[in-house]
């Protein structure tokens, strides 16, 4: 028997005489509007200006036969959109009169039939999924029911979008096109093509699939990664693996901490918890996707530091098995923290990079095992985080580049178990001091409101141990980290002059620090542009410690001499954190 065969097909027989499986070590559904829109587009512009037998091809499809099924290992994007493509034609044709043929052969490219009524069986659907989350996975085969129940207002997934983009594409061309559009789909069917590359076996089709991806075809590390493990499993292993992987993903997708994460994210952080054991702090960090697969690869300085390659560690079963508690932390991670932790790792999670998180997960490494000593770890390192990151931005370094060698430090520090001082001073914070008070006015007045909602937040911590995280207010939810910037004499002026204060004082004073706070969005919007005596009704229904206080201020009037005072004040409690935990 030949190793392989190709034959071209017509997108009808491709379909409808084929059923199909998306293996697990497959990479998910990712083709959005736009690839469904130059598919869309590409064939419509084939149709219109199509000659007498001329075809269209769609590209390449490899697949190798098993279980009565067609395992798609490349091609598997176009196949599935051409599947909802078609599932849409079908859902339109449905209810139109004599065109029986034109819904049969849709029909027939979506689901089995009955041989001698030709009804169709709607629970015997040609595409199944192996890769799909179990949120996508419902999805889909709601599609492919006989009714549709699409409910726009949930999460919808990629698959429910594209069939609603391509409705809607279909909806147009019928309206504008009422008798041309069944020959669109004739045309579909009957003129566009693909050439499937049949393999004789799954062996096969890996080695196809790892070619491939050395060819450059655009998987994701988490493709690959699932890719080079499933391959080393015997077969019992491989179902298990298949199921965990999958479980792993739909804890991920559903999680509110990993959005727009994917399995990636863990190896990466399991990559800078390695490097931490060897000593690692060469700012040369090679990708995760290296470090994990390419032994003995050098970085730009000449280094061989793949050690997860070097190593082989995708072949050892304790990887995936870290990888999955890994998981676990990351998806839930305020089932390991304290009250006061919760809140620096909320504060952490609105910082401008997420360098911090290969802290927690270093952290998390070294007392897992040990609920107690990993919540009392974390109590002790979060707020020195948070400080690092605040210390990052007063000195104007709070960006990646100039972070992370403070954090490989300290990432070596916690895993020789030395967590009450985790940072040092480094070239780019050369001093973990606080700068002159002149330096943080400077600051406050030109950072960007993302930068003083941080140092705010971080501020509002510190005055108030009890600071609740999150909190309703006239049957609203608010959190601590949603709050907005209000500033206490307002931006907009309603007179001239105001107790002293004129055009000049107030765009001197407006940015200081002194000068704004954070107010849950309601209570900004009540106390608008009015002068602190109005304001400080608004201020008595906050949630904010500082917010109450200056409700209970006798004062009438928010005067150059408060907001100076304020200044200091805040200074203060930073200069005092900063010697506390450095």
């Not at 017509?10 to 959005?32: A, C, E, G, H």
Request: charged share 30%.
């Amino acid at each position: 028997m030949a190793e392989m065969r190709a034959e071209r097909k017509t997108i009808f027989d491709y379909l409808s005489k084929n059923k199909f499986l998306i293996p697990m070590y497959q990479r998910n559904y990712v083709w959005s509007e736009d690839e469904c829109l130059q598919l869309w587009e590409d064939v419509c512009s084939f149709f219109e200006n199509k000659k007498e037998d001329e075809e269209y091809f769609l590209g390449c499809v490899v697949v190798y036969k098993e279980n009565y099924r067609q395992n798609i290992i490349d091609g598997q994007q176009r196949t599935t959109t051409l599947n909802l493509l078609i599932r849409a034609l079908y859902e339109k044709a449905r209810g139109q009169n004599g065109i029986d043929k034109l819904k049969s052969d849709l029909a027939a490219c979506l689901w089995d039939s009955n041989a001698l009524t030709g009804q169709i069986d709607f629970d015997k659907v040609h595409l199944k999924s192996e890769v799909a989350t179990d949120f996508d996975n419902q999805s889909l085969e709601n599609l492919f029911k006989d009714t549709l129940d699409i409910k726009s207002n949930i999460k919808l997934s990629l698959y429910e979008k594209n069939f609603l983009f391509f409705q809607g594409k279909i909806d147009e061309l019928a309206r504008e096109k009422p008798v041309e559009w069944f020959d669109f789909c004739l045309c579909l069917l009957r003129s566009c093509v693909l050439l499937p590359i049949e393999c004789d076996n799954r062996d096969k089709a890996l080695r196809i699939f790892n070619t491939l991806n050395n060819r450059g075809v655009t998987l994701s590390p988490a493709d690959i990664f699932k890719g080079l493990i499933f391959e080393k499993k015997d077969e019992e292993e491989k179902k298990i693996f298949a199921r965990e992987w999958k479980e792993l993903e739909s804890k991920i997708q559903s999680s509110s901490h990993l959005k727009k994460e994917d399995i990636s994210f863990l190896f990466t952080q399991y990559e800078h918890i390695i490097r931490a054991e060897y000593n690692d702090v060469d700012t040369a960090i090679p990708s995760t996707l290296d470090f994990w697969t390419q032994k003995h690869k050098k970085n730009t300085k000449g280094r061989d530091v793949n050690y997860a390659a070097n190593d082989d560690m995708l072949s050892k079963e304790s990887t995936f098995i870290f990888i999955q508690k890994l998981g676990d932390f990351w998806c839930n991670p305020y089932e390991y923290l304290s009250q006061d932790s919760k809140k620096y790792f909320a504060l952490l999670g609105i910082y401008q990079n997420k360098l911090w998180q290969m802290v927690v997960s270093v952290c998390f490494y070294k007392h897992h095992q040990n609920k107690e000593a990993l919540q009392e770890a974390l109590d002790i390192i979060l707020p020195q985080v948070a400080a690092y990151c605040a210390i990052g931005l007063l000195y104007g370094k709070g960006g990646a580049s100039g972070l992370l060698w403070g954090f490989m430090k300290a990432n070596i520090h916690i895993h020789n178990n030395n967590i009450q001082k985790i940072f040092e001073t480094s070239k780019n914070i050369p001093n973990l001091v606080m700068p002159s008070l002149e330096s943080f006015i400077h600051f406050s007045k030109k950072a960007l409101p993302r930068h003083i909602r941080y140092i705010l937040a971080l501020y509002a911590l510190m005055l108030d141990s009890k600071q609740e995280l999150e909190w309703n207010l006239n049957g609203k939810n608010y959190t601590l980290m949603s709050a907005e910037i209000e500033h206490i004499l307002p931006r907009k002026w309603l007179e001239a002059n105001y107790n002293g204060w004129d055009k000049k004082d107030a765009q001197e004073f407006l940015e200081h620090i002194g000068n704004k706070m954070l107010l849950e969005k309601k209570v900004n919007i009540e106390a608008g542009n009015g002068y602190f005596h109005r304001k400080k009704e608004s201020y008595k229904n906050s949630h904010f410690k500082e917010a109450q206080l200056l409700a209970q201020n006798e004062q009438k009037d928010w005067a150059k001499t408060d907001i100076e005072k304020r200044n200091r004040h805040i200074y203060e409690k930073f200069r005092d954190l900063f010697t506390r935990v450095f």
